[in-house]
């Protein structure tokens, strides 16, 4: 049987894949280049993620100063899920099964890893066999592969933990302690280009080299490039107690205004969006703001000036918002927008433009708004149309409003745009009217982030209307194994239990779910049923009291009405079924199946 292999030793003409002299992607970006002119049908259909990791064979430009977008940590996920599929499809399409060989693979920085680990779990081993080499397994790669993986670090001489261990122990101004580049200039502008790309891995390396190589004091600027990245970089990566860290160490080392200005915007954000919520300090954030706004006033450029006060005023209407101020951080965004508008021709800055209209358009849908929230989305994405955040956010408000056609549309939008965002995955899966698009939708989930608990929720749920009871049971175990106190999983479980007939176990999972959840209906009603069949009836009816207290649901009621008839409570019973036939969503068998109940009761009561 072909399988893919891993071999500590290289593999003869296979292709680098050692960081600093390959970079994110190395050695899989120039496989793929040559993969990219056989098949142009499926990179018309894979542009976006192939872009994302190939960008120099599509001439894409570099991201220009005024960027602000930056993508989320785990887009790199997202695109290595696309380019497996495309991997994929390349080799199924290949007239004669395949072989390629990546070396280095210990020494690769985690965007190879990861999109490794992608096709090993996606790409038939008959069809293109992957040999992978390197002196120690890196974990993700191990459980593709089925494999233990290596003792000590993934990557034994890994340059970013070198740099970081030197720093910690002589200072940033220490010489540099590994071998690696040594050009300022090109660290700066590689650091640029991976922050721009939403390569955080990397660009951390990269900015940790040059804060090596750079002193504070005989290059601020440059210095202050390298150390912002670093921050930039930690605070996407979930270190943002280490950015935090680093600008206090900044604040430090200089006096220089505009990097005293920029430190304390990003101390704020860091308290605002990136610190675990026992770190925040929302009281910090503001003064911080405040200080930033200040030194912001004193710019003698009136468009920087303009640019920075305005952006700096959204993180106040950020905690405004937070704090229930929603009239004040309404009035900071549109005082910004006008700002801009002042100052700036209407075709300038339109990514700065759409991120304001953005705020705005999220604070409209949390009070209330939806029409005023669309009118802004829509401009939004007049201005960025390819910001796949935007169509999440649109499709999420027409879900809402009931308009599932185009909520279907802005998350397709979204998924081909991301590329693949697992949250337009999940929530289309939920508007499919068939089934097996719905489990499709939900498996690419799952494929981009096999830890993912709502799609494991939805899935079980799904694969129990389907009758797929195995199915139900593994997903419910899989999501319980990461998230064991989770309601909807233990529900799960229990209505699979019971369907089994084990009652007892059912029960008790039941009742597990709703001591971490009293208000979840459907533990009430599933743990009602497990207890009807028991012949616990007083049970049953004590459980859909606290069902019908939740919900006017009508099903709900009607359950209860047959505990009741069960227990002889006609009168009780009889109002139950009455109210079901009142409310106007019951028709058809339903509705017959009521009015048979209440005229037994009517029957029966003396």
Same mark, same amino acid.
């Given at each position: ?35 990219? &002119? ?26 220009? &100063? ?28 290949? &007239? ?160 220089? &205004? ?349």
């Amino acid at each position: 049987m072909r399988r893919h292999v891993w071999e500590p030793a290289a593999t003869p003409g296979g292709y680098d894949c050692e960081v600093w002299r390959t970079g994110p992607y190395g050695g899989v970006r120039r496989y793929l280049a040559t993969l990219l &002119p056989e098949r142009p049908d499926l990179v018309a259909r894979h542009e976006v993620e192939l872009r994302a990791a190939v960008p120099e064979v599509f001439g894409a430009p570099e991201a220009g &100063p005024d960027r602000i977008r930056f993508h989320p940590a785990q887009r790199t996920r997202q695109v290595a899920f696309g380019i497996a599929e495309f991997v994929a499809a390349w080799a199924e399409g290949s &007239p004669e099964p395949a072989e390629v060989g990546f070396d280095n693979v210990d020494l690769a920085d985690g965007t190879t890893v990861e999109l490794l680990a992608a096709l090993v779990r996606r790409v038939d081993p008959a069809r293109l066999r992957l040999r992978l080499s390197g002196a120690v397994v890196p974990a993700e790669l191990a459980g593709a592969l089925g494999l233990p993986s290596g003792d000590g670090p993934t990557d034994p001489t890994d340059r970013t933990g070198a740099v970081r261990a030197h720093e910690a122990e002589n200072g940033p101004t220490a010489p540099p302690a590994v071998d690696g580049p040594t050009d300022p200039a090109a660290l700066q502008a590689d650091l640029g280009r991976c922050l721009a790309a939403g390569w955080y891995e990397h660009a951390a390396r990269l900015a940790l080299r040059g804060r090596q190589l750079v002193r504070a004091g005989d290059d601020p600027g440059t210095w202050w490039a390298f150390t912002t990245g670093l921050g930039t970089a930690y605070a996407a990566l979930d270190r943002a107690a280490e950015a935090l860290a680093l600008y206090a160490g900044a604040r430090a080392a200089t006096d220089d &205004p505009k990097i005293l200005m920029s430190a304390a915007y990003s101390t704020a954000m860091l308290h605002a969006r990136y610190l675990s919520p026992d770190a925040r300090d929302a009281t910090l954030a503001r003064e911080e703001l405040h200080t930033a706004l200040a030194l912001a006033a004193r710019l003698d450029d009136p468009r920087q000036r303009t640019l920075l006060t305005v952006f700096y005023g959204q993180g106040l209407a950020l905690l405004d918002s937070r704090s229930g101020r929603t009239d004040a951080a309404l009035a900071r965004i549109d005082a910004g927008i006008a700002a801009l508008d002042r100052e700036f021709a209407p075709d300038e800055r339109p990514q700065d433009r759409a991120r304001l209209l953005h705020n705005r358009a999220q604070l409209h849908a949390a009070t209330g708004r939806p029409d005023r929230a669309l009118a802004d989305l829509a401009a939004v994405l007049a201005r960025d149309p390819d910001n796949a955040e935007y169509h999440v956010d649109r499709a999420g408000l027409h879900r809402d409003l009931g308009r599932p056609a185009e909520a279907l549309a802005d998350y397709t939008a979204a998924i081909r745009l991301g590329p693949h965002p697992p949250e337009a995955y999940l929530h289309r899966a939920a508007l499919r009217d068939d089934p097996a698009l719905a489990l499709a939708d939900l498996g690419r989930v799952l494929a981009i982030d096999p830890g993912h608990v709502d799609a494991l929720v939805n899935r079980a749920n799904l694969r129990v209307e389907l009758g797929d009871l195995d199915g139900a049971e593994t997903d419910a175990r899989a999501g319980l194994a990461l998230a064991p106190r989770e309601p909807l999983l233990l529900c799960t479980l229990g209505l699979v239990v019971s369907e089994r007939g084990d009652l007892a176990g059912a029960e008790r999972l039941l009742s597990r779910a709703l001591e971490h959840d009293p208000d979840l209906v459907a533990a009430w009603t599933n743990r009602a049923a497990v207890r009807f069949e028991a012949g616990e009836l007083d049970a049953a009816a004590g459980d859909l009291d606290r069902a019908v207290g939740l919900t006017d649901d009508p099903v709900v009621r009607y359950n209860r009405g047959l505990a009741l008839q069960g227990l002889r409570r006609w009168a009780e019973a009889e109002a139950d079924f009455a109210a079901v036939l009142a409310d106007p969503r019951v028709d058809g068998d339903f509705g017959a199946e009521a009015r048979e109940q209440l005229a037994a009761c009517r029957a029966a009561a003396p």
